[in-house]
């Protein structure tokens, strides 16, 4: 008897746990749903969000395929060879836990013996008074689309004579990432719209004492020094405590006025978690899952990434929300199902980070790994083989080299 495993989220975790069921398992038919019909390669958002592009961008709906095609791939055409994968694009509003269903919106519901929860993460506001009406967040591929039109926009606008300002709130990856991109796009949206040259602030505010926290001191430093050295003004341990029309305030009542403002400050498991009755939740509404992966209390209810609240025993506290922790749980939790539809023990879910990069704008990032430390345009290189390896392992070399070729040919513009 066919076995159906349900995957709720399109994410790095659902599509490989999906992938990995598919190719190696047997007697198994996977259901992965999602809201959106594409899979997002969330690394590359702030570089659509500084595209350089061309006058028709507009006006074509070709170059809007590409600058799309950049950072994501249809859902349905990553499984295009897999015939026990069936793609359903639809928004969950419950799951019966009882009676083993995921009910959609249009009423369809789509029974399960195994669970996957892969919903990811949504923004955090974290209750600041007039942030999500006045701020840009920076989290999905149609954010990254509408900060890229804000930024001109702005421009086109603003007196010539007026200096412009550019905020953006939080000093974490996301932040320093796109702050170095935007001090190189600032500079082609000036000689576009005709203004002088330095005649645009950027400002990152950011709560806490320094950049990029949970990074070793010497990231944190040269971060500074990057950006500080492309002309970008630092405010930490500022933290913000309302935002009005063109101004934001901080916690010591000065005022920072601002043309635009993005948020990258943080993220929260994404709010469906909330409507699974019974199941426990933690910080920032994440789900609690065992070293099984298990959601807790169920056991054929497994969860993966971002929504996830998964100790790591080393230190105490919950695994980062990062690419590389949802791709290694979700690795983990494909075998946990195959083994718990054979009657076998389950693996524990172990995690040793591999390091990470930190894109600081033009030819320039960070690698920090346990052994090797790195910086400047061979850290910069190594990051654009990750995203070619990341999407090879998706879609296959001919079409993964295809997207990354395009991908660069937009994105080497800005650097």
């Not at 004492?209 to 500080?228: N, T």
């Not at 601002?258 to 990258?264: A, G």
């Amino acid at each position: 008897m066919v076995k159906e495993v349900v995957i709720i989220g399109g994410g790095f975790g659902g599509v490989r746990v999906a992938q990995n069921l598919a190719r190696r398992a047997r007697g198994i038919h996977i259901t992965l749903i999602d809201k959106e019909y594409y899979h997002t390669f969330h690394p590359a958002l702030y570089e659509i969000a500084t595209a350089d592009l061309p006058e028709t961008f507009r006006h074509s709906p070709i170059e809007f395929h590409k600058l799309r095609s950049a950072a994501s791939y249809p859902l349905v055409d990553i499984f295009l060879r897999d015939l026990n994968v069936t793609v359903v694009r639809g928004t969950v509003t419950g799951i019966d836990f009882k009676n083993q269903k995921a009910l959609l919106e249009s009423g369809v519901m789509y029974p399960y013996d195994a669970l996957v929860l892969a919903v990811g993460s949504e923004t955090n506001y974290f209750g600041i008074e007039g942030l999500s009406p006045h701020a840009l967040p920076l989290k999905t591929l149609w954010d990254a689309l509408s900060v890229r039109n804000a930024l001109d926009e702005a421009f086109a606008r603003t007196p010539k004579q007026k200096r412009l300002s550019i905020v953006i709130g939080g000093g974490g990856f996301t932040g320093c990432e796109f702050a170095g991109e935007l001090a190189f796009f600032v500079k082609k949206l000036e000689e576009k719209h005709g203004r002088q040259k330095k005649s645009t602030e950027i400002i990152v505010v950011e709560a806490s004492a320094a950049l990029i926290g949970g990074a070793r001191v010497w990231v944190r430093r040269a971060a500074k020094k990057r950006l500080e050295a492309l002309g970008i003004t630092l405010m930490l341990e500022r933290p913000i405590t309302k935002v009005a029309d063109s101004s934001l305030f901080l916690q010591d009542s000065s005022a920072v006025p601002f043309d635009v403002l993005i948020w990258t400050a943080g993220v929260r498991a994404n709010s469906f978690t909330k409507t699974c009755a019974g199941i426990q939740l933690q910080k920032n509404f994440c789900m609690c899952v065992d070293q099984y992966l298990r959601a807790l209390p169920h056991e054929n209810v497994f969860g993966v990434g971002d929504a996830t609240y998964c100790i790591n025993d080393a230190t105490g506290t919950s695994h980062p929300m990062t690419a590389t922790v949802a791709l290694k749980e979700a690795e983990i939790a494909a075998y946990n199902i195959e083994r718990l539809f054979a009657k076998k023990l389950l693996i524990a879910f172990v995690y040793t980070p591999p390091g990470f990069i930190v894109p600081l704008g033009g030819k320039y990032a960070l690698f920090d790994s346990r052994l090797v430390k790195i910086s400047g345009v061979l850290a910069w290189a190594l990051k654009h083989l990750v995203a070619l390896h990341y999407w090879v392992s998706l879609i296959g070399l001919r079409r993964g080299y295809k997207v990354w070729r395009g991908s660069m040919g937009i994105f080497i513009k800005n650097d």
